[in-house]
């Protein structure tokens, strides 16, 4: 079941959206995989934290976080990816790993890598292992005012470096 606050909010913004079930997922790509959409058309929302606050940093399912990059475009003296323990209660109403990117519900900054700015549509977990939800960028951007920034990494390029 889709996260209720989600829903509500959603509803009540009479925002139109699909949501799409599908079988257990843990990850971005396994959730693409399985509703078959594109990989850079599944965004994945990463808790971090921002000089000690906790905020999203939201990116395809094809890439990752950049940190580094993303404390120089934020000015921050520290960003980091926030562990389990720093976030699962802020999220009641999600099963863990599956927060939707919209923190303007739960209290936090929402930062957007740009990539996902240039498809018609964003597709996320709805706060569950079990269910997607899809609805227009131009909903999401309306509702939630994140910050647009060019901060995610590719995986591969960011293995080879390893």
């Known amino acids: 079941m889709p996260s209720a606050k989600l829903v509500d909010f959603l509803e009540t913004n009479h ?8 079988p257990t997922a843990q990850t971005a790509h396994q959730v693409a995989v399985l509703t078959r959409t594109p990989d850079k058309e599944v965004a994945k929302t990463v808790m971090v934290k921002v000089d000690g606050d906790l905020a999203m940093a939201v990116v395809p399912a094809s890439r990752d976080v950049d940190l580094e990059t993303l404390e120089v475009l934020l000015g921050a003296d520290r960003v980091r990816l926030a562990g389990e323990s720093d ?3 802020r999220f009641p109403d999600c099963e863990t790993g599956t927060m939707p990117p919209f923190g303007n519900l739960y209290g ?4 957007v890598d740009e990539s996902l700015t240039k498809d018609p549509e964003i597709a ?3 706060g569950s292992h079990h269910e997607l939800i ?8 309306r509702l939630v005012h994140p910050t647009v920034l060019r901060f995610s990494a590719a995986r591969l390029a960011r293995l080879s470096r390893m």
């Open 124 to 126: 996320f977990d709805a």
């Open 15 to 22: 925002v139109q959206y699909t949501t799409v079930a599908h």
């Open 134 to 141: 899809r609805l227009s960028y131009g909903d999401f951007e």
């Open 108 to 111: 936090m900054r929402v930062y």
């Open 87 to 89: 976030f699962k209660r």
